[in-house]
Nanobody, 125 residues
Framework: QVQLVESGGGLVQAGGSLRLSCAAS????????MGWFRQAPGKERDFVAA????????IYADSVKGRFTISSDNAKNTVYLQMSSLKPEDTAGYYC??????????????????WGQGTQVTVSS
């Protein structure tokens, strides 16, 4: 069992930056891929970014490419999402996810088996 705890969300003006953290505990050695998803009120959950825990391979949603960066610190069992040039449309609950499956970084939430409780990001115009 893996527990994921997100932090770092908050209120920021458009154009600003935030860094989200996702701390993993439990059977973290079995983790393969970590991902970030987001969900705005009344909308479906969308993929944001994912990283291969061991190799550092990354993928991004087109909407965040060039603005967001996902990274990992294996020693701290933590994944980060650095968000820059934030826009009001980035407002959402951001969720960290993990899979033990030996797959490349995935943009499908079906591939992930553990989820955090989320952290809210609000971008004002």
């Amino acid at each position: 069992q893996v527990q994921l705890v997100e932090s770092g969300g908050g209120l920021v003006q458009a154009g600003g930056s935030l860094r989200l953290s996702c701390a993993a505990s439990g059977r973290t050695f079995s983790s393969s891929v970590m991902g970030w998803f987001r969900q705005a009120p009344g909308k479906e959950r969308d993929f944001v970014a994912a990283i291969n825990w061991s190799g550092g391979s990354t993928i991004y949603a087109d909407s965040v490419k060039g603005r967001f960066t996902i990274s990992s610190d294996n020693a701290k069992n933590t994944v980060y999402l650095q968000m820059s040039s934030l826009k009001p449309e980035d407002t959402a609950g951001y969720y960290c996810a993990r899979t033990a499956a030996r797959i490349p970084p995935s943009d499908s939430d079906y591939d992930y088996d553990s989820w955090g409780q989320g952290t809210q990001v609000t971008v004002s115009s």
